[in-house]
């Protein structure tokens, strides 16, 4: 009983991951897709950091924010794609207990930062046109700087206690997971541990976040739009409306795919839809909210072409 004890325990040292598919054609034609994509939402992201870093004008907490985003949009795409990409071409598709722990924490974390900095963006818009006149005494260089703080700070915090359940649950010999990266679900379903308390934990920390941020921002959003609404001039209820539209955008795919997701006390979606669903939250969003940030911003687009003239 010793030997096999042992080998149960070694063999969740690494699990393998089965990946979107185990057709070699259609691993290439992924394979370069996803390339393209991740190396357009690095670049994509460096731009935006790079354009409100160099032009003094962009200086104010709303692209301040947009910064931190595309940051994290970086990091978080990073957390998954990468080892994604290497895992479509190599013929062992393998992660380390240890690496797949890692993997979940960072992309439980970088999530939930998302979530509180989407709806601390949403908070900054609203005074922004709703009080136009409190702005600058609301959303000074200080409460910047504790918004942003904040949502990194709890975002680390929120991504502990999950990660810290799932570890410690028994993963017995067979350790294929079937998805293409270290996500929740997969990995619960492949415990031989009694996982009703680490769901039902996982289900509550996942509905506070995604229900308060989903909520702050919604109604952050409904007030823009009651407000865009007493606009007299059309032209100012069209400028106004088109960020704020494409902003709600980016928020409802985000939210729509995360909710659908997390916010389920039993994991019983099929394992297709479930990395469809999760290659847009990973793979496209990343990409997606800077684009639909920036260009959809005139001060933005001036300050880019500014900038490649100057170059």
Not at 37 to 49: K, W
Not at 96 to 101: A, D, L, R
Not at 227 to 251: E, N, Q
Request: charged share 10%; hydrophobic share 45%.
């Amino acid at each position: 009983s010793s030997f096999q004890e042992m080998t149960n325990v070694t063999a969740a040292l690494e699990f393998r991951l089965l990946g979107l598919s185990s057709n070699p054609h259609c691993q290439i034609l992924l394979f370069t897709v996803f390339l393209v994509i991740y190396i357009l939402t690095i670049l994509g992201n460096i731009i935006i950091i790079s354009v409100v870093t160099l032009e003094p004008r962009l200086h104010s907490p709303m692209y301040k924010f947009l910064k931190n985003l595309s940051f994290l949009e970086v990091c978080y795409t990073t957390t998954i794609v990468p080892k994604m990409l290497a895992n479509l071409l190599a013929k062992r598709k393998t992660i380390s207990f240890s690496g797949c722990m890692a993997q979940l924490y960072y992309f439980i974390s970088l999530g939930a930062t998302e979530c509180y900095l989407l709806a601390v963006m949403a908070y900054d818009r609203y005074l922004a046109v709703c009080e136009p006149l409190h702005y600058g005494v609301a959303m000074t260089a200080e409460s910047y700087t504790r918004l942003a703080v904040g949502s990194w700070v709890t975002g680390v915090f929120t991504g502990f206690l999950p990660c810290l359940m799932v570890s410690r649950l028994h993963f017995c010999s067979y350790n294929l997971i079937d998805h293409f990266f270290c996500d929740i679900s997969p990995l619960l379903k492949l415990s031989c541990s009694d996982t009703t308390v680490t769901e039902i934990v996982i289900f509550i920390v996942s509905l506070l976040v995604l229900s308060s941020c989903f909520l702050l921002t919604l109604v952050s959003y409904l007030l823009i739009i009651l407000s865009i609404l007493k606009i007299p001039s059309a032209s100012g209820k069209r400028i106004t409306f088109s960020t704020c539209s494409s902003h709600l955008m980016v928020v409802t795919i985000y939210y729509g795919t995360m909710i659908s997701m997390y916010v389920r006390p039993t994991y019983n979606l099929s394992s297709e839809l479930n990395k469809a669903v999760s290659v847009l939250y990973t793979v496209v969003t990343p990409l997606l909210n800077p684009v639909i940030y920036s260009l959809r911003n005139k001060a933005f687009k001036k300050a880019l072409e500014k900038i490649v003239l100057r170059h």
